[in-house]
């Protein structure tokens, strides 16, 4: 309660500004209105790896081979202007993003089961050092706090450093990634992750990092995203 007594008390004294557009944002999200109702979202998607489709169902790849994590959750479309503050965030810098980005994902995702373990897929010890801080954990910091979950930062650890994804096609991607991550047992085992990235390309990189989880020992594993590529489309990673 008195979290939330301050968090009004800030929200009056220093009003939100648009983080795309600069206007007054609203009372709660620092984006104005026009701007939120821009966020684009998929009219279907994939059961299994929430690739947008024209109708619900799956996807002809997940028919042929399913995921090893049970379901993906990816309540946006990566497109204007979304795309915008993810690359703000991730190249840019700009920290002010995360907490947006944190909130529309726990207002789409909610409500979601108590009992999961929110792990945010780990950067490299060298990307780490060259951003300075993992995008996907300052957005799964906030994301945990709103839904009131568990989190586990150190549970998966990347090993060994690979070239940027957006250079390489599917296949490659998934050659580059295998045994790239480590999964802390002590922390996984027995437990239902959902496992947290910022953008959804081929899948790979969770499918890796869910397989190297399940491995550790969870007894389940989701994988959750703030946005989705669509088709062959290309995110920045």
Not at 173 to 183: E, I, K, M
Request: proline share 7%; aromatic share 4%.
């Amino acid at each position: 309660m008195v979290d939330e007594w301050r968090r009004n008390i800030l929200r009056w004294l220093f009003p939100s500004s648009c983080l795309l557009c600069g206007d007054q944002g609203l009372e709660d999200l620092a984006l104005c209105r026009g701007c939120r109702d821009d966020l684009r979202r998929p009219t279907a998607s994939c059961q299994h790896c929430a690739l947008p489709l024209p109708a619900a169902g799956i996807c002809g790849r997940c028919q042929r081979r399913p995921p090893g994590y049970q379901r993906a959750r990816a309540p946006y479309l990566y497109a204007p202007p979304l795309d915008s503050l993810l690359l703000q965030l991730k190249f840019g810098s700009r920290l002010a993003v995360a907490p947006l980005l944190g909130v529309l994902l726990a207002r789409a995702l909610a409500p979601v089961e108590r009992e999961l373990l929110l792990v945010p897929v780990p950067l490299h010890r060298r990307r780490l050092a060259e951003r300075g801080f993992n995008q996907v954990w300052e957005i799964g910091r906030v994301l945990a706090r709103e839904l009131d979950l568990p989190s586990a930062p150190a549970a998966l650890r990347r090993v060994r450093h690979t070239p940027p994804q957006s250079t390489v096609d599917a296949g490659a991607r998934r050659r580059l990634l295998r045994g790239v991550f480590r999964a802390e047992a002590a922390l996984v085992a027995g437990r239902r992750i959902a496992l947290l990235d910022d953008v959804m390309t081929t899948g790979a990189t969770l499918e890796e990092a869910a397989a190297e989880l399940l491995r550790g020992g969870a007894a389940a594993v989701e994988v959750w995203s703030v946005a989705r590529t669509a088709g062959g489309a290309k995110a920045a990673v």
